[in-house]
């Protein structure tokens, strides 16, 4: 007997894991159980997986929905995993608590560096690994070093083609291959939940507006973060959309709609507010968006390679810029939104649409970005990303990096090892604090 068990925390994802399972991606099992894990700050204010709508369109492939919260109540699934004196406890205990038995078992996870997929992993220590991408990050690379143990049984990473002609990064340092899950598979099983939620507008060809809540990452301040909405609503104004709505994340506060509420009456814009819980995916198809504006989330590429649809980015300059430590997860994702979505500023580059770096030089930069991020990681990449900078390392693609980074790591774009005395040296230092000196009194 076998049994696959497949982990999800979004809908997202597991509509991902549907359209790989109906595309024969798994070979066939007796039994397939779906693990589903709230990751949410307090999961007991925001709905889980199985709580969503549009999730029982999707629930008739798997023959078990089984909770990971409840399963290690009171623990949260993103801070717990097993001591590993307890691990073949565990392994007992869930086999007898989800009636495997003696069953051969096969994981399919997301986000295999971190609770709770590492966790669920270290349990069933023989079991092969499946990774699944949820979104961008899998175009980054494993962000941290992971166990031998774990890393040398992932066989494969199943990813959507949101980046085409752009390879994943992640688990590259264990020989994983990449496996596509096509595109049609997947617009076909998001084509199921395109009449779920209740109480969405009825709107023709807006402007929709993405919110991620960067300040629940300690990524921007929630005052900041505001203006960051406001100015998707402004720049889409600009650009003549007077219809537009703004799908919120569920977990933001209530003030920045009501910021925007104020922002379109004096626009004279129509604003329409999202607050069910569903996917940016399930307006698209009910709207058909004339415009589609975030910051990076990973719906704007949704959105451009999978519908079609014009698509344009605001504030990832300061995210890039914000974002600490400089291998933070979230800085791939941004760095690809940057490069290839146009800015809501450019009425021009909006307006022509398509990728802004063709799929070479985006290779060259993520393969430059990531090696700075783990270079412990990654160190065959070094070679790559010295060309990278040699090469390409412009007032435009300076974002990207760090030069306090790029001379840690001795790479081109850094201070050059015979200056690298200067900032630790005292009488430079005072040098430069009476040149400021001078410089202030003088602006007097």
């Known amino acids: 007997m076998t049994t696959q068990i497949f982990l999800a925390s979004t809908l997202y994802g597991t509509a991902t894991l549907a359209a790989a399972l109906d595309t024969g991606r798994f ?6 159980i779906l693990l589903v894990s709230n990751n949410a700050a307090t999961p007991e204010t925001a709905p889980s997986v199985d709580r969503m709508p549009g999730f029982e369109r999707l629930r008739d492939r798997f023959d078990d929905v089984v909770s990971w919260n409840e399963t290690i109540f009171p623990f949260h699934p993103g801070g717990w995993s097993p001591r590993l004196d307890d691990v073949p406890m565990w392994e007992r205990h869930l086999r007898l608590a989800w009636g495997i038995g003696d069953d051969d078992v096969a994981l399919a996870v997301e986000s295999i560096q971190v609770h709770p997929a590492l966790g669920v992993a270290q349990i069933f220590t023989d079991a092969p690994l499946t990774v699944y991408a949820d979104g961008l990050m899998s175009y980054g690379p494993t962000r941290i070093k992971l166990p031998p143990l774990v890393g040398t049984r992932v066989e494969r990473l199943l990813h959507l083609d949101l ?3 752009l390879a994943p990064l992640l688990l590259t340092e264990f020989g994983v291959e990449p496996e596509i899950v096509p595109a049609p598979a997947f617009t076909k099983v998001l084509a199921e939940l395109a009449d779920t939620g209740a109480g ?3 709107v023709e060809r807006p402007a929709v507006l993405l919110g991620q809540y960067l300040s629940a990452l300690g990524v921007l301040s929630a005052d900041e973060e505001e203006d960051l909405h406001v100015r998707m609503l402004t720049g889409a104004a600009a650009l003549g959309h007077t219809r537009v709505v703004f799908k919120s ?6 003030r920045f709609t009501r910021t925007l509420e104020r922002e379109a009456g004096r626009l004279g814009v129509e604003l329409s507010v999202v607050e069910t819980p569903v996917l940016a995916e399930v307006l698209f198809q009910r ?9 990076f989330s990973t719906a704007l590429l949704t959105a451009s390679t999978l519908y079609g649809l014009p698509v344009a980015r605001v504030g990832t300059e300061t995210l890039l810029d914000r974002l600490t430590p400089y291998e933070n997860s979230n800085r791939v994702p941004a760095t690809l939104v940057d490069a290839l979505v146009p800015d809501l500023s450019d009425a021009t580059a909006v307006a022509a649409g398509g990728p802004g770096t063709d799929a070479e030089e985006l290779t060259g930069l993520l393969r430059a970005v990531g090696f700075a991020m783990q270079p412990r990681v990654l160190p065959e990449l070094r070679p790559a990303a010295e060309e990278y900078l040699r090469t390409s390392l412009t007032p435009l ?5 760090k030069k306090r980074r790029l001379t840690s790591l001795g790479l081109p774009g850094g201070i050059p090892a015979r200056l690298g005395f200067l900032p630790h040296n005292s009488t430079a230092r005072r040098v430069v604090r009476r040149a400021r000196a001078i410089r202030r009194s003088m602006g007097r």
């Not at 994340?249 to 209530?254: N, R, V």
């Not at 709207?287 to 910051?295: E, H, I, K």
């Not at 693609?397 to 990096?401: E, K």
């Open 27 to 32: 070979a066939p099992a007796d039994r397939r």
């Open 397 to 401: 693609t300076w974002r990207y990096f």
């Open 287 to 295: 709207s058909r968006p004339a415009l589609v504006v975030g910051c």
């Open 163 to 165: 980046v085409p002609g």
């Open 249 to 254: 994340h569920p977990t933001a506060p209530a």
């Open 200 to 202: 969405l507008p009825d």
